[in-house]
C-alpha cells in the first residue's frame, strides 16, 4: 500500500536516494532539508513528480507536516569536515531535529527510522562490531559533536519507543559511497576519486593502515528500506563487510581511474578510528539483506558522477581541531 513518508535529509547523499526509491515504491515524500550540506541538484531529476515535494526547512524549529504515514531522519552534516565546520548544528539537528521528528511520528502513529553511525563505536575495540557493543566514543573530541549526537538520538529513539509505543528502527550506517556523494566532502572517496580524476596526488592520512568497509549506495538503501517494514526496534548495522585499508582504497581508486599519480601522506586527523567492519548477521538473519556490489564494481559506477564534478568542485582537508 502507498503511503505519505516524511524524509528530513532529503536533499542529502543518502536521502536523495532514499525518496528515489520511495517514490518509485508508489509512495508521496515530502522533503525537507535546510540545505546546509545537501543540495538541490541532488533532487532536480524529481522535479516534473507529483508525489514528491522538497521544503527547505531547518528540523531543529518544531513543525507539523499533516498526517504522514512514517519518518525517516536522515538530516545532519555526515562526513568528518563537514561536522567539524558545523559543530554545533551538527549537535542540534541530533537532538532537538531528532525529537521535534519523534514527536512527528507520535503525533501521527507514524513508523520511525533514525539514520544512526557506525560512529556509535568511536575507535572500537571489539571487531568486527556487533551491536550489542557500546562503542569507544571519546565524548569531548573533535568527533563527539557527531558520535554524540547520534547517540544522543539513539536514545530518544527509543525513549520513544518505550515511552510512548512508537514503532522505530535503528539503523547504524557504515561508511558509503555513490553517485551524489559530495565531492568536495572531504571524505576518502571522494577526496581520492577528485585527486585521481584531475592528476593530483592521491592523499592518505597517517600510514594508511586503517581500515574502513565501504558500501554501495543502492545495497544500503535496500537495507534501509527493508528495515523500515521490519518490526526490529533494535539497532540493526547496513554497511558491506568487506575491509580495506585505507591505502587498499587508493589503489583501487587507481584502478578505476586509470591513475599513475602518487600517493601523499598527511597527519592523520584526532580520534581517527583504527579499524572499521560491520558484523551483518542481523542485517542477514532479520531482513535478508547483504550487499551485492563489490567496492571496484561500485567505484565504476560512481565514476561518471565525479567526473561530472570536475568543473565545479574542489576537495576538502581534515584540518587538526
Ligand atoms: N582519509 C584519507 N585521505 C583523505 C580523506 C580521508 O586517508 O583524503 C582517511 C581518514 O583519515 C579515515 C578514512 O580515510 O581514516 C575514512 O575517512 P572518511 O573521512 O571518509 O570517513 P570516516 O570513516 O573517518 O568517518
Not at 91 to 119: C, D, F, P, Q
Not at 267 to 272: A, F, K, R, T
Request: glycine share 8%.
Amino acid at each position: 500500500m502507498a503511503h505519505t513518508i516524511l524524509v528530513t535529509g532529503a536533499a542529502g547523499f543518502l536521502g536523495s536516494h532514499l525518496c528515489d526509491v520511495l517514490l518509485a515504491e508508489g509512495n508521496t515524500v515530502l522533503g525537507v532539508d535546510n540545505l546546509s550540506t545537501g543540495s538541490t541538484a541532488n533532487v532536480d531529476h524529481l522535479k516534473g513528480e507529483a508525489r514528491f515535494s522538497l521544503i527547505e526547512k531547518d528540523i531543529c524549529q518544531p513543525f507539523d507536516p499533516g498526517p504522514v504515514d512514517y519518518v525517516f531522519n536522515m538530516a545532519s552534516p555526515a562526513s568528518p569536515v563537514d561536522y567539524a565546520r558545523l559543530g554545533i548544528e551538527t549537535l542540534l539537528v541530533g537532538s532537538a531535529g531528532t525529537i521535534n521528528t519523534l514527536e512527528i511520528a507520535k503525533r501521527y502513529g507514524a513508523g520511525y527510522l533514525h539514520a544512526s553511525t557506525s560512529e556509535c563505536y568511536g575507535d572500537p575495540e571489539m571487531h568486527p562490531q556487533v551491536e550489542t557493543y557500546w562503542g569507544n566514543v571519546n565524548p569531548i573530541g573533535p568527533r563527539s559533536v557527531y558520535d554524540e549526537a547520534k547517540r544522543f538520538s539513539e536514545a530518544a529513539t527509543m525513549a520513544y519507543h518505550r515511552y510512548h509505543g512508537v514503532r522505530t528502527h535503528l539503523v547504524r550506517i557504515f561508511n558509503t559511497y555513490g553517485p551524489r556523494l559530495q565531492a568536495n566532502d572531504g571524505r576518502v572517496i571522494s577526496n581520492l576519486m577528485m585527486q585521481a580524476l584531475r592528476g593530483q596526488p592521491l592523499s592518505i592520512y597517517g600510514d594508511g593502515s586503517q581500515t574502513r568497509s565501504f558500501c554501495y549506495v543502492s545495497d544500503l538503501i535496500d537495507g534501509i528500506v527493508r528495515l523500515s517494514k521490519s518490526d526490529e526496534v533494535m539497532p540493526v548495522n547496513i554497511g558491506n563487510p568487506e575491509e580495506w585499508t585505507i591505502l587498499e582504497c587508493a589503489e583501487e581508486v587507481r584502478a578505476v581511474t586509470g591513475s599513475k599519480d602518487p600517493i601523499t601522506f598527511k597527519p592523520l586527523p584526532q580520534d581517527d578510528p583504527l579499524r572499521r567492519r560491520p558484523d551483518i548477521t542481523r542485517a542477514k538473519t532479520l531482513l535478508g539483506w547483504q550487499p551485492k556490489i563489490r567496492l571496484r564494481e561500485g567505484l565504476e559506477r560512481s565514476l561518471d558522477y565525479f567526473r561530472s564534478c570536475l568543473v565545479t568542485a574542489d576537495t576538502a582537508e581534515s584540518t587538526p581541531l
